[in-house]
């Protein structure tokens, strides 16, 4: 892990020039990372009925400093303005990411909430690639989250509202995250944003437990949701957005609800219907065909051009 002496750190790799191996590394990263996160949810699912999502979201964040604080040692006075910006940016994402995601989750279950919450990096994908076949894509996206979520009367669209919600956001994640990675060495940036986050969330956290009085086994099922669903991915997504394309990111996080849909069905219970695993299966063919289209290397001939 790279300490905070700046002076010894070597220049980030770049997603552009990264080898075929590091690319590797970093796709293998981005899938153990989420299905960390996914297991990570899965536990703080289960500690809604005594603490809520608010809870769940305020320990989550709480942990995620009290882990990553201490190893990385962000030197916050040392931060120039330009640092400061992806930083606040972060700290305002992971907020809104998680907190309308949990939220979500509570309404419509976690893996409709996450299926939603993944147009965030298909759009990111479909806006940077600019290729014919993206209309498509984007039309055969929409087409699924009509009938994954069949919008009638008892339609939970408030709970679709905050899984698009949590799609902007980590969106929004995705690009700023990337914009850390290149100003500020190792985990630095990831970590002055979750004391932040953190130091913005204590009072929060104060009240609500004062109010909601939590179980031993409630604050365990959210620690352990912060460390699967933060601290894993947090590190994990660092790796991969310094040896993939912000694109590529996006596409491959089409494992997401393929993980989100396992945690729901064997740790939940929340089995899916047909219209939503089709509504699913919509979206991911929308991705897969983003991600082959604009694999790196691959000409439109179909000739392959570099390792």
């Known amino acids: 892990m790279t300490t905070t002496t700046a002076p010894a750190v070597a220049a980030p790799i770049a997603a552009a020039t990264a080898s075929s191996r590091q690319r590797a590394a970093g796709i293998a990263a981005l899938v153990g990372g989420s299905a960390s996160n996914q297991v990570g949810a899965a ?3 289960h500690a809604f009925p005594v603490i809520g999502a608010v809870g769940v979201v305020a320990i989550r964040q709480l942990t995620t400093a009290a882990v990553l604080v201490p190893l990385v040692r962000p030197r916050l006075r040392a931060l120039t303005r330009a640092q400061w910006g992806p930083v606040l940016g972060l700290v305002a994402v992971f907020s809104v990411m998680n907190l309308s995601l949990y ?8 893996a409709l909430a996450v299926t939603l919450e993944f147009l965030g990096p298909l759009t990111v994908a479909l806006l940077g690639s600019r290729r014919r076949i993206d209309l498509a894509c984007a039309l055969l996206a929409a087409a699924g989250v009509v009938v994954m979520t069949r919008p009638g009367p008892t339609t939970d669209l408030l709970g679709v ?4 919600t949590a799609a902007a956001a980590w969106a929004c994640y995705i690009l700023l995250n990337r914009s850390v990675g290149q100003r500020l060495p190792g985990l630095e940036g990831t970590a002055a944003a979750s004391l932040v986050t953190a130091l913005v969330w204590l009072p929060v956290a104060a009240v609500w437990f004062v109010l909601h009085p939590p179980t031993p086994a ?6 352990s949701c912060g460390v699967l669903s933060s601290v894993v991915p947090y590190v994990a997504d660092l790796v991969a957005l310094r040896r993939v394309p ?8 089409s494992v997401s609800p393929v993980w989100a849909a396992l945690a729901g069905w064997l740790l939940l219970g929340q089995a899916l219907e047909v219209h939503e695993w089709l509504g699913m299966a919509l979206i991911l063919a929308s991705n897969s065909a983003v991600s082959v289209a604009g694999r790196p290397g691959v000409r439109r001939g179909g000739g392959t051009i570099g390792a």
Not at 246 to 253: D, H, I, P, R, Y
Request: charge should be negative; avoid cysteine; hydrophobic fraction near 70%.
């Open 43 to 45: 536990a703080g699912a």
């Open 103 to 110: 939220l979500a989750v509570d309404r419509i279950g976690l």
């Open 161 to 164: 509202a905050l899984g698009l």
């Open 218 to 223: 409630a604050i365990l099922l959210a620690v």
């Open 246 to 253: 912000a694109e590529l990111f996006g596409t491959l996080s």
